[in-house]
Antibody, heavy 115, light 111 residues
Framework: EVQLVESGGGLVQPGGSLRLSCAAS????????MSWVRQTPGKGLEWVSS????????WYADSVKGRFTISRDNFKNTLYLQMDSLRAGDTALYYC????????WGQGTLVTVSS | DIVMTQTPLSLSVTPGQPASISCTSS???????????FYWFLQKPGHSPQLLIS???SRFSGVPDRFSGSGSGTDFTLRISRVEAEDVGVYYC????????FGQGTKLEIK
């Protein structure tokens, strides 16, 4: 059974940093691209970033480019999202999802950017 | 950026009756490889989104056959042949041709 478990969310001040993690199990992690998608009440679902299986290819939404970094550890079966220079507009529930078409999703981790 | 527009934004359906949701993209989602990169998701209350249909009309594993997708180019439709209580939630369309963009969502309620 495919399982994706996010962690690392929390309250952070504007300009601060946070690193999200997504622990994967139930499939051959290194064989699949992985993605982060966020959800806010006001803006619905927004794709954030994707990463190829071997880590060589990365893609970012314009809204996070230059501030967020996606990475993975294929030995630990874990996906990461390093978020720097956080803004109030980054407040959202962050989901980890398998592949670039999001065939499986985690339960999400909440990030709140506020002073 | 490719913009996805869903209609209606909400609908209320009697169990056993059909339902239909439309999604329009601001440009064609047909790739030169012949595939059309268009998807449907359902987010049930209190749950994460789940993939329903990929590449316009392919149901994902475990999705009931009362769900069907159709369309081409820029215009797409999700149909539920007979709505059941478990189908309530918010339906999202998404394009996968250039990066990823979601529609604003359509809330399905049961009458």
């Amino acid at each position: 059974e495919v399982q994706l478990v996010e962690s690392g969310g929390g309250l952070v001040q504007p300009g601060g940093s946070l690193r999200l993690s997504c622990a994967a199990s139930g499939f051959t992690f290194r064989s699949y691209a992985m993605s982060w998608v966020r959800q806010t009440p006001g803006k619905g679902l927004e794709w954030v970033s994707s990463l190829s299986g071997n880590g060589s290819g990365t893609w970012y939404a314009d809204s996070v480019k230059g501030r967020f970094t996606i990475s993975r550890d294929n030995f630990k079966n874990t996906l990461y999202l390093q978020m720097d220079s956080l803004r109030a507009g980054d407040t959202a529930l962050y989901y980890c999802a398998r592949t670039g078409v999001f065939d499986y999703w985690g339960q999400g981790t909440l990030v709140t950017v506020s002073s | 950026d490719i913009v996805m527009t869903q209609t209606p934004l909400s609908l209320s359906v009697t169990p056993g009756q059909p339902a239909s949701i439309s999604c329009t993209s601001s440009q064609s989602l047909l790739h030169s490889d012949g595939k059309t990169y268009f998807y449907w998701f359902l987010q049930k209350p209190g749950h994460s989104p789940q993939l329903l249909i990929s590449e316009v009309s392919s149901r994902f594993s475990g999705v009931p056959d009362r769900f069907s997708g159709s369309g081409s180019g820029t215009d797409f439709t999700l149909r539920i042949s007979r709505v059941e209580a478990e189908d309530v939630g918010v339906y999202y369309c998404m394009q996968g041709l250039r990066l990823r963009t979601f529609g604003q969502g359509t809330k399905l309620e049961i009458k």
